[in-house]
T-cell receptor
Framework: NAGVTQTPKFQVLKTGQSMTLQCAQD?????MYWYRQDPGMGLRLIYY???????DKGEVPNGYNVSRLNKREFSLRLESAAPSQTSVYFC?????????????FGSGTQLSVL | AQSVAQPEDQVNVAEGNPLTVKCTYS??????LFWYVQYPNRGLQFLLK??????LVKGSYGFEAEFNKSQTSFHLKKPSALVSDSALYFC????????????FGAGTRLTVKP
């Protein structure tokens, strides 16, 4: 009963380093999302993917790249990490398209960029 | 763009007492409103939604929300709080003019004391 699985749970980077956050879902959902959560700001959408090979920018895409190689997996890459990217990152999935109301979230990745 | 506001960062209630977590919205047209809950070290979980119909919406774990068009509010309520209800609660709205993306409020931390 895994649902949405994210790795790693915690990560500390130095400014300029790169890393990839991994996300996988086992619910056969078409849509997947990456959000960041900052204190006092709620969640903001970074990128969305409607299906394998397709991605769309969300509200805050700058500094990030994503890859949807197959239906299960959706990764988020920071090419050159900056302190402003210190945040908690959540992956989510949903049945159907971007308008679906019920999102299923992973447990998050806490990222600190020094 | 559509948006929601959660005017209280923190709400404290005693176990057994009724609880209310407030949310106001700003939309053009009909609102699509949601509540999500985040337990410690977990991703967000869907609680309930209002699309159309009855102003009182029932959701998971005994929660309900009241849609009030004249006050542009969508407050989350529960008649009798449990210690296990302690969590972070997010109100959200579907942003019809912006790819139907979910716009989340900043969150309200609910603490239920024994």
């Amino acid at each position: 009963n895994a649902g949405v699985t994210q790795t790693p749970k915690f990560q500390v980077l130095k400014t300029g380093q790169s890393m990839t956050l991994q996300c996988a879902q086992d619910m056969n959902h078409n849509s997947m999302y990456w959000y960041r959560q900052d204190p006092g700001m709620g969640l903001r959408l970074i990128y969305y993917s409607a299906s394998e090979g397709t991605t769309d920018k969300g509200e805050v895409p700058n500094g990030y790249n994503v890859s949807r190689l197959n239906k299960r997996e959706f990764s988020l890459r920071l090419e050159s990490a900056a302190p402003s990217q210190t945040s908690v990152y959540f992956c989510a999935s949903s049945e159907g398209g971007r308008t679906n109301e019920k999102l299923f979230f992973g447990s998050g990745t806490q990222l600190s960029v020094l | 763009a559509q948006s929601v506001a959660q005017p209280e960062d923190q709400v404290n209630v005693a176990e057994g007492n009724p609880l209310t977590v407030k949310c106001t919205y700003s939309v053009s047209g009909n609102p699509y409103l949601f509540w999500y809950v985040q337990y410690p070290n977990r991703g967000l979980q869907f609680l309930l939604k209002y699309i159309t119909g009855d102003n009182l919406v029932k959701g998971s774990y005994g929660f309900e929300a009241e849609f009030n068009k004249s006050q542009t509010s969508f407050h989350l309520k529960k008649p009798s709080a449990l210690v296990s209800d302690s969590a972070l609660y997010f109100c959200a709205v579907r942003d019809i003019g912006n790819n139907n993306d979910m716009r989340f409020g900043a969150g309200t931390r609910l603490t239920v004391k024994p």
